[in-house]
T-cell receptor
């Protein structure tokens, strides 16, 4: 079945460091891919998404490229801030299905220190 | 904008008690879902609905019931709470099937449930 694997955390970085959070997926067909962010005490918010191969999603300085050949959707940011501290979830949605289901990775906790 | 509203935010139950987690959205979305979030497991789908009067099971439905009498509301019922149901519960809604076009899921702030 479909699944998402993302790197385990926590990831601890200093402010202005470069961030990469790895995400790979297994899916039949051509899923849509998402990164969601969960700030402390809040629900999940969509950070960025890509719906087809080679698409690049971007938002708030974060980027991720849909790589079909490597089945990956790694999240990157050139210079993190303390305010980026949160849990980041990679997710996929089976485009052809009727279940409206998101399949999530286990989440990666990012802690940015000043 | 209210978006997706969940109540309560926190709840402690004794084993065997029942309760209903409330979820309401004001975006006129057809699609609504319930997920549970457990450490090391991400979010897992409990039940979902594609419109008023239509519900179906997700991957972990046992011990939970849902109904969808209106577009706005999608309550989740725990029939007889068990310690294994200790978790954080999230309700989500979207205007169409996820993965199609620019569809985005909107999440509530969650309900932290502890069963003792």
């Amino acid at each position: 079945g479909n699944s998402v694997t993302q790197m385990e955390g926590p990831v601890t970085l200093s402010e202005e460091a470069f961030l990469t959070i790895n995400c790979t997926y297994t899916a039949t067909g051509y899923p849509s891919l998402f990164w969601y962010v969960q700030y402390p005490g809040e629900g999940l918010q969509l950070l960025l998404k890509a719906t087809k191969a080679d698409d690049k999603g971007s938002n708030k300085g974060f980027e991720a490229t849909y790589r079909k050949e490597t089945t990956s959707f790694h999240l990157e940011k050139g210079s993190v801030q303390v305010s980026d501290s949160a849990v980041y979830f990679c997710a996929l949605s089976d485009r052809g299905g009727a279940t409206n289901k998101l399949i999530f990775g286990t989440g990666t906790l990012l802690a940015v220190q000043p | 904008n209210a978006g997706v509203t969940q109540t309560p935010k926190f709840q402690v139950l004794k084993t065997g008690q029942s309760m209903t987690l409330q979820c309401a959205q004001d975006m006129n979305h057809e699609y609504m879902s319930w997920y549970r979030q457990d450490p090391g497991m991400g979010l897992r789908l409990i039940h979902y609905s594609v419109g008023a009067g239509i519900t179906d099971q997700g991957e972990v439905p046992n011990g939970y019931n849902v109904s969808r009498s209106t577009t706005e509301d999608f309550p989740l019922r725990l029939l007889s709470a068990a310690p294994s149901q200790t978790s954080v519960y999230f309700c989500a809604s979207s205007y169409s099937i996820l993965g199609q076009g620019n569809t985005e899921a909107f999440f509530g702030q969650g309900t932290r449930l502890t069963v003792v």
